[in-house]
């Protein structure tokens, strides 16, 4: 990776960090006051981690010399554009165009198959991760006496835990995988 894909990796890589802490910031405040609670706390934290995976990728492939690293993260940036109806994670999408720009100029030619490996365990931890958190879910009911609250779209503690480990498997399996440019 040249100097100017490393840095164009970082800055990518910070954004979409920052867009993942804004996404969960936004799923806990914009909760309910009588379904916040750790429970959905966790969720919203699962949720963010998912989007920031992508990021974190780029990051670890821009300070480890691991240029295979940004495809998957390109990857999976892609259906996660499409998670909000109200199109505030589309411009998601420019930064799946810049990795897959970067990745291009930057890819190892002997090291097509670790980097293919690589991407698929990032690819399907990160999308499973992304699944589970919105397939997974059950129906909920709060109550403060005064007032109910009902949903049908609760992640419970354990979709999230799930979400979690498969988000930590996709980052460390694809790094442990993903060869180092000139290798």
């Known amino acids: 990776m040249t100097g100017r894909d490393r840095t164009l990796a970082v800055v990518v890589g910070v954004v979409v960090v920052l867009g993942g802490v804004a996404i969960t910031a ?16 966790l969720a919203a934290l699962a949720l963010g ?10 990051l670890i492939a821009a300070s480890t010399g691991r240029p295979a690293l940004l495809l998957p993260a390109a990857i999976v940036l892609v259906p996660l554009s499409f998670i909000s109806f109200a199109l505030v994670t ?5 930064p799946a165009f810049l990795l897959v720009a970067t990745w291009a100029r930057s890819i190892p030619d002997d090291a097509a198959g ?3 490996l690589a991407g698929f365990v990032a690819v399907a931890c990160l999308v499973t991760a992304g699944w589970a ?30 979400a979690f480990a498969l988000v930590v498997v ?5 790094t442990a995988l993903a060869p180092r440019a000139g290798r």
């Open 26 to 41: 936004v799923r806990y405040v914009g909760e309910d006051p009588l379904a916040r609670n750790a429970e959905s706390l």
């Open 49 to 58: 981690s998912i989007v920031a995976a992508p990021g974190v990728l780029a």
């Open 90 to 94: 589309l411009p998601l999408l420019v």
């Open 114 to 116: 670790r980097t293919l």
């Open 133 to 162: 958190v919105f397939a997974l879910t059950v129906n909920r009911e709060f109550t403060d006496g005064s007032s109910t609250f009902g949903t049908t779209g609760w992640t419970p503690w354990s979709t999230s835990a799930l």
């Open 170 to 174: 996709g980052i460390l399996g694809s």
